[in-house]
């Protein structure tokens, strides 16, 4: 579906991503993990468009992307979500949801005329969103009022809604309790059964290894490892990079050292 090949990004001196390649296949549920700084977001940010790549390129159903810019590509089928959310602060839940949806069908160029008009279009597909990211009762708060988790809640469905087929999710657990995180798994294989495919970056290793087809696992902007997730986590490179590392990976600590 997607297809990453010699990717890379340097800022100045820093090799941010450094020669990449793998590829998305319809359907799964990819992990992207790594350490802290490991390149894992440059890596959405090339694909969705956000930066230029210094070397390489990405392929979607075999086009090449290059030339497009993020929001063609969104169009073309990629949405993603960001590790500091984006969510319009000053909408409420409803209309974060609704908004996200008028524009997949009409783009940004239709929203206007949709807001002020009184149709019902689209309405019932929101709320069935709106219950898919268990925000019923919130449905009129501003998105800058809700707590943290509900706001990541409100940004998957989003993504979802846009009727994107390929998901990008950066750390979408990132703040989470055990118990968002668990409604979070669920979330996500709903997602894949509607058919969606899905990268996962995430730093819980537990939602990461249960959830995942096939694991990549960067190291200082390289691919040090690929594969089942019980592979990986087998793997004596992987294992040298999360201990090795000082970083906030506590999960993967634990989980390597049990
Ligand atoms: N816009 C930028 N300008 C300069 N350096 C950057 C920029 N974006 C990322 N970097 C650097 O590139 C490296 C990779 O960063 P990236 O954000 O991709 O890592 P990550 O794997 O997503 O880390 P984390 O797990 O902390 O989110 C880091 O050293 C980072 O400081
Ligand atoms: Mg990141």
Redesign the pocket.
């Given at each position: 579906m997607l297809k990453v090949e010699n990717l890379a990004r340097y800022?100045g001196g820093?090799k941010?991503v450094d020669g990449i390649d793998f590829d998305i296949h319809r359907g799964e549920i990819l992990g992207l993990i790594?350490p802290?700084?490991?390149?894992?977001?440059?890596?959405v940010n090339l694909i969705a468009g956000l930066y230029a790549p210094t070397t390489g390129r990405v392929t979607y159903e075999g086009q090449d992307i290059q030339s497009l810019l993020p929001h063609e590509r969104a169009n073309l089928g990629i949405a993603r979500t960001f590790?500091n959310i984006r969510l319009f602060g000053q909408l409420s839940v409803w209309q974060n949801l609704w908004a996200a949806r008028v524009v997949r069908e009409t783009g940004w160029s239709g929203l206007k005329e949709r807001w002020f008009s009184t149709a019902s279009q689209g309405k019932l597909e929101t709320e069935s969103y709106l219950e898919f990211c268990g925000l019923q009762h919130k449905r009129d708060q501003l998105a800058a009022n809700l707590a943290f988790g509900e706001q990541r809640r409100l940004e998957l469905a989003r993504a979802a809604i846009s009727g994107a087929p390929l998901l990008l999710l950066d750390?979408p657990a990132a703040g989470m309790n055990s118990e968002e995180i668990d409604d979070l798994d669920q979330r996500i294989r709903k997602l894949r059964d509607q058919g969606k495919t899905i990268m996962l970056i995430e730093?819980h290793m537990e939602l990461v290894m249960g959830v995942c087809d096939r694991v990549v696992v960067?190291n200082f902007?390289r691919k040090i490892a690929e594969g089942k997730p019980e592979q990986v986590q087998q793997d004596p490179q992987v294992q040298a990079a999360y201990l090795g590392s000082d970083s906030d990976d506590d999960f993967m600590q634990a989980a390597l050292q049990a």
């Open positions: 800022f820093i941010a790594g802290n700084g490991s390149g894992k977001s440059t890596t590790q750390e730093h960067l902007g």
